[in-house]
């Protein structure tokens, strides 16, 4: 079916078809920039979305007041783009973390990763899980920003077969395949964003 | 969870179901949903050619189960994983019990496992004194209802958002709001304290891949990956049927895995573990994984020839989103612990026999499970299947076993008709019974039955038998007992339009019911009887066709047969034989006779259709009926759900009249929605039904055999 079909277009029109945002962008810099960005613009009250303004029980309040403060976790990242992104969260007023996810269980706002491979017909991305404190930036963030280099790209999970293999036969490995936003459709069967884990995904496609 | 002792508390939690109105709702609009978005799903996919390819790789895979077992485990533990085999739910839950012991464990999170349910794995932790939480969405909504699931892939469909806002209320002691996103937003706040002080996590697996070690777990909502992730110790629970050889064969099942269960190209996460993963909350920084694999009567399962395909289910439960039956009455009550067709199956060797031996006789066999199945489970005749053997098991009751004995013996069978039609006379009035006894009349009010025809068909034959010189074709007519002692003139109609087209029909006296009733009941030994006797009336060496126009019979002849006798070395070149020269009615006049509009009038009228199952389905004629109406210069108006059952199923409307009621209201409303004159359809059974259904409500609208209707039309 997708047969000639540009393997990066097909992922852009699979992605968001499951709901993620995709962008393109020309550089790292500029993926960093973007992670701010959508950041700063998040609601004052940047709880609001994953459940803290409900009514909540003692505990699920509890939970809610360690967060203090806007949170950007960026496991991964190389040391200078890491400090790129830093040095402009910090004027910024946001915190910026590569590791120590642990005490931030409460929510951070933006998990912002590098994907390793996307396969374009479902618009899937997969993201080398090894360290946990990456999973946990993928798991607890309210948005996850990933960038994706557009040339690792593949059309079908059959065409990245044997990069498949050789990552999840490493022992120990935690490899993610990650398909639009945490979902659930528990409800009367009524689609809502976010159950568990992040309630919106925003793909940038990377030129290289 | 289904409870019922007998038939009878069975039949009442039915009619507790019927009268449940949000789960109908619910169910009804997920039915109609589901079709289409499966078909978006897989366009422009080899369906067939996949599920071809599942099925035979899971085949291979659970012939070499402990083989591949024992290689997974070797890998795994290499990587410091303990792999454990439980023979026994009980077992299983005693290793994940000591598991949980022996690293201090106080909470446990759990991601949605069916094994888990399976082996009633939160029972057993919590009486051991654990404090367990099922973090899916659905799961934790019916754990705090304290209910089991109602489908495998949407376990709270039965409930309304009024009923989980009252709930949540309840467990945060905070008045909720009936949103469903707020809902969803306090869950995820709710539940995720629980991750947090969790120290051990449960979850299931979808695969477990001998050649990586690792293995793979599905999940929409990313509950899978907290409860791999946060607590120091990973329990991961899965049935042996989950090994797979290779990483390629795990993404074939990924590909249609969501693509059957609900229409998803993919779910939101696919997550392959491999050995011991970092984890801060362990003392050595390493996460303590445990992997246990349940047998629970999977190795007997591989073993066996006609049941191993079982082993092959990837649980998309699929099967239960076209189930007609399941529809009607939910998860409770179709499955024990899994639901829907497979449930069926499943609950006869997980739960035992006395956990299914109601359960199996509510399938109405209308193959669309069959039909729609991810890994190609003949689930229909495994049902009844099943049923047989607990029949064999427990005895057979005393109308199935006179049923088989009569129908064994064709002119006892015969004579016994011509009697009934005589006993008949007092209470029948224009074709109809109208005053049935009312100890045969209880419940079955919502259809009138036709009366037995003053002469059966065969005492016409040879009146009517037609000359045709030189004919192109010599055509044995197989009639049904329906068609020979209720509608002959479906039969005359047939002969009509099939002789004045060079076909040399015979009717062979001693043919008798195709035996697809006592299958239904149970009794395989009488169903094979009765299927000798016809093979030898309709010899397949006189005759180029098999002609029948009753698509049940069809089916049975052509595919029942052969599961019959197949196997038996004396009939198996004759039933091949036999089953291949068998033909369906419709196909026979626009396949074979190639009939054209010249042959027909003008100007017929309109007609909608209704498909019988064991035509569309069970001899996979789709194109063929529908051809002949607008070739014979019919107006043809296509219905809604026109392949979904009529709810007939022979004994099935008389075991259980409530739900045969409310398939059939269904279908006449669809039907009559079309505006059209005519029901057309291609079996006598459901002539029977619809037409009955029609009279009582008093409708406008007829029914006709396609024969009848191109009867009609024939120059
Ligand atoms: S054959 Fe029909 S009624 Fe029986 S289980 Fe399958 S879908 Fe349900
Ligand atoms: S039996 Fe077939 S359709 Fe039903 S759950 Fe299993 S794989 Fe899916």
Redesign the interface.
Known sequence: MNENRNPVELFEEKAKAVSAVVSKVASMREAVAYALDVCDKKQACQLLVSGCSEPLSEKGQALCETKQQKVIAAPGLSPEFFADLEGSARERGILCIEKGMRDHLGGVDIGFTLADFGIAETGTLVIISNSEELRLATMIAEFHVAVLPQSKIRETSRDLEAELVALTSVQPSYTAFVTGASRTADIERVLALGVHGPLELHILLLED | MQQAKNLKEYRAELREALGDEFLRQ?MD??ARFYPGARARAF???DVDGLIREIAEAKDKAAARMDELYEQFKAKAE???VKVHLARTAREANEIIAAIAKENGVKYVVKSKSMTAEEIHLNDHLEAEGYEVTE????EW?IQLRGEGPTHMV????H???YQ?ADLFSE??????EVD??????????????R??EADMGVSGANMA?V????IGIVT????A??VT??PRVHVALMGLDKLTP???EG?RV??VLPRNA?G??????????????????SPDG??IMHIVFLDNGRSALARDPLFSQVLRCVRCGACANVCPVYRLVGGHRYGHIYIGAIGLILTYFFHGRDKAKNLVQNCINCGACKAVCAAGIDLPTLIKEIHARILDEEGHSAPSTLLAAVLKNRKLFHSLLRTAKLAQKPVVSGGYIRHLPMLLAKDQGFRVLPAIAAKPFRDLWPRIRPEVKSPRYRVGLFSGCVQDFVYPEQCVAAVNVVAGKGAALDFPMDQSCCGLPVVMMGEIAAARDVAKQNIRALDPGKYDYILTLCASCASHLKHGYLKLLGDDPAWAVKVRQFADKVIDFSSFVHDVLKLTPEDFRKDGGSVTYHAPCHLCRGLGVKDAPRDLMRDAGLDYKPSEEEEVCCGFGGTFSMKFPELSAELLAKKLDHAEATGAQTLVTDCPGCVMQLRGGLEKKGSPMRVKHMAEILAQQIK
Do not use: H
Not at chain 2, 154 to 157: L, S
Not at chain 2, 171 to 176: F, L, P, Y
């Open positions: 619910a609009k997920f366009a422009g996919m290499a990587a410091g973090t899916d969405l659905g909504i949407m376990p709270a469909i409930l309304s958002r989980v467990v945060t002691k905070q008045k909720q469903i996103e707020k809902l969803v937003k306090v869950a995820r706040r709710e539940l995720r304290p991750y947090i891949v050649e990586t070690g690792a929409n909502e990313g509950n990956r907290l992730t946060l290779t990483l390629a993404l990924l590909r609900t998803q190209a993919i779910s939101s996460y696919v997550t392959w573990i491999n050995g011991r993963n970092e984890c801060a909350a390493k996460k």
